[in-house]
Each structure stands twice: as C-alpha cells, then as structure tokens.
C-alpha cells in the first residue's frame, strides 16, 4: 500500500512538470509570436514607405514629410506623393494619428478650392484669395485641397467627390451656365463662389460693375475725352460685369457711345496688342484694361508703338495688384481685396458646414485708387 501511494505522488510530480513545461513553452511561442508580428508589421510600414520613395525618386524622409504636412517640401511634390499613397493604400502614422482627432461632425475635414487650370499663374487675386481661404479652413481644423478645372470641366472634382474626399467646395471663379456646381448640390455639398451671377451658390463679391463704372469717372474726370476698354475672357461674369461697367461709364460721358470701343475675350499678349492698335485707330486718348495682366501687355503695346503712359495716353486697370502699385509708372486701378474675400467665402463655408444660416449674396468693399498713369502733366 505503502508503495502505491509512492508511485502515485511520482507520478503527480510528472504531471506537474510537464504541465509546467507545456505552459513555458505556450508562453516561449506566445513571446516569438509576438516579436514576429510587431517585426512584421515594422516590416510593412517601412516597406509602404519605401515603396513610395522607391517609385517617386525621393528619400523617405522626404516622403514622410509631405504626408505628415511638416517640413519644407513642395507643393507639386507633396501632391505627389498623396496621390501615389492613396493608390497604393498606404496611411502614414501621423494621418492616422490626425483622423482619430478629427471632429466625426467634420466628415472628411476637407474643403476644396477650385481654380481655374488656365489661371492659375495669371492674376495675383486667385494667388491672394487662395492664401486668404486656406488660412481660415485652417483656423476651423479644415484642410484645403486644391483642384484645378477648367470652365465647366467636372472630371477631377467628382474623384474627389465619389471618394468621400471633400465636404464642399469653394470656387473662385464664377462662369455663366456653370455645369460643375449642380452635381455637388445633388450630393449635398455646399457650394460658394468668388463671384455672382449663380443661384446655386453663395455667392462672395464686390458691386463689380459699379467700381468700374466709377472707374471711367475717374480718368474722364483726368481728361480723358474717348475711352477704349480691352476685357477678358467674357465667359467668367467678372469680366462681364467688368465690361458692364465701363459701358455704362462711356455712355454717362457721351449718350450716343455705341460699344466700338470695348473690345473683349482678349486672353493673350498678341491679342491685347491687336487690341491697343484698334483703339489707337479709334483715336482713344485712354485704355481701361479688365486685369493686370492685360493691363501690363497693354502698357507694352502702347511703348512699341512709340507713346508714353500718361502724356499720350491714360492707363487703368479694373483690379489693383502688386504689378500695379510698382509699375513705371504707377497704374490707376479698382482695388478689391482678394484675400478678405477669401476669407469672406472661407467664412461662409464654415458656417454652412455646422448648418448656421448664410446670406444669399455676401458684398465686399472696393475702392478707385488714382495713381500717376492717369494723371497729365500740364
């Protein structure tokens, strides 16, 4: 009896042991495992990583930079990259770390700026009201993302609407008959533009035609007895009203004007200077000019053509810029703050995502700057 219960507690003591054994070697496995995983998930982020550094020519520093928004990087390269990552579906630690702080309320946190592709490296007021837009999204924790189309051009801003990238859009041109803004709205976006001229929209804009219609008040009250105007493109209603405005300034100095005078759809240099030689044969003794940038071929124009700005003619341009302030010499012009419009339409975005009530038509201020191209020595 003695000897069975011996052998009972030996063989208790075996399985005891190898119970033990069992249990290290299931936590031994268990530790290995996990070193493998987290090895292995290092493994994956790295190699995303170097992926896109691989296939972009870039070092990963310089890729992690552009998808964490840090860092000096520039815009081209940065929206390279995004793009890259979200073909390839790799998220980045710190836009993981941004979308689980990111308001539920907010959607995808982004708002788009649409600006047209083709002027994009023309007027300083996009360049202005883009600054003036971005930084107020920002102060709201919204992020910009900018999407260039052409006049009733669709394709990049319904990617960015069918992956749920953008909660609304900003547009800082307005262009008769626009096609683009009606998708949107059947998405439930809201839509604002830089402009008039749109019911769809809210709309951010200065009394246009008004401004430049107080404009040829202005340099007819120089002197100027015969005006010619040379405009842009009159698919955008800016420059519509634009031309607007000065007509209905010509005809305040003379009922019987007809609207030989004003020239419009000028979109290059060739074309302004053709436009100068019409108003020179219309014996003009002042141009107004629809922008800048027309305003500056226009200048060019009239110094090949032997005449001096303003002893042979007067000069003025329906947008105030930098260009304009530092020209030789200094040009006339409406000023319109581009940037407190941005902010303006940045504004009303804002409070139409958190569902406040915004007006129709939001107005801004101008203002006639006379400078020396309208002032004649006598």
Same mark, same amino acid.
């Given at each position: ?17 190898l119970r033990n054994f ?161 998708? &949107?709205?059947?998405?439930? =976006?809201?839509?604002? %533009?830089?402009? /008039? #001229?749109? @019911? ?5 804009? +200065? $009394?246009?035609? &008004?401004?430049?219609?107080? =404009?040829?008040?202005? %340099?007819?009250? /120089? #002197?100027? @007895? ?5 405009? +842009? $493109? ?15 300034g010509i005809f305040d ?126």
């Amino acid at each position: 009896m003695t000897k069975k219960l011996k052998n009972r507690k030996f063989l208790r003591k075996i399985a005891h042991s190898l119970r033990n054994f069992k249990l290290s070697c299931a936590n031994r496995l268990h530790d290995k495992m996990g070193f493998f995983k987290i090895k292995e998930m290092k493994n994956r982020k790295n190699s995303g990583l170097s992926e896109l550094a691989k296939q972009l020519n870039l070092s990963e520093t310089t890729v992690s930079r552009a998808l964490s928004g840090n860092g000096r990087v520039s815009v081209a390269t940065r929206e390279k990259v995004r793009l890259l990552a979200e073909d390839l579906g790799y998220v980045s630690p710190s836009q993981k770390m941004q979308s689980r702080y990111r308001d539920v309320s907010q959607k995808s946190g982004n708002v788009a700026l649409v600006l047209s592709r083709d002027l994009l490296y023309e007027s300083e007021f996009f360049h202005q009201a883009l600054l003036g837009a971005a930084a107020t999204l920002s102060e709201h924790n919204y992020e910009t993302l900018l999407i260039l189309c052409n006049s009733n051009e669709y394709g990049p801003l319904r990617r960015a609407v069918e992956k749920g990238k953008i909660d609304g859009a900003i547009f800082t041109r307005s262009i008769a008959q626009e096609r683009s803004i009606a998708p &949107l709205k059947k998405h439930g =976006l809201p839509v604002v %533009v830089l402009g /008039s #001229g749109n @019911k769809d929209a809210v709309m951010v804009d +200065g $009394n246009i035609a &008004l401004a430049c219609r107080e =404009l040829v008040a202005a %340099v007819a009250a /120089s #002197g100027a @007895k015969k005006i010619a105007y040379i405009g +842009g $493109n009159l698919d955008y209603v800016v420059n519509a009203n634009r031309r607007k405005g000065v007509a209905r300034g010509i005809f305040d100095m003379d009922e019987n004007a007809d609207d030989s005078m004003l020239v419009g759809n000028v979109e290059n240099r060739e074309d302004c200077f053709s436009a100068v030689e019409r108003s020179l044969s219309h014996h003009a003794d002042a141009i107004i000019c629809g922008d800048d940038v027309l305003t500056t071929w226009a200048f060019e124009a009239l110094v090949e053509s032997g005449l001096s700005v303003p002893d042979d003619m007067l000069l003025a341009s329906c947008f105030d810029s930098n260009s304009m302030v530092h020209h030789s010499p200094p040009i006339t012009a409406v000023r319109i703050d581009a940037r407190s419009q941005g902010i303006a339409a940045a504004q009303a975005m804002v409070d139409l995502l958190k569902g406040r009530e915004v007006k129709h038509m939001i107005r801004t201020e101008h203002e006639i700057i006379i400078r020396q191209s309208t002032r004649r020595k006598h």
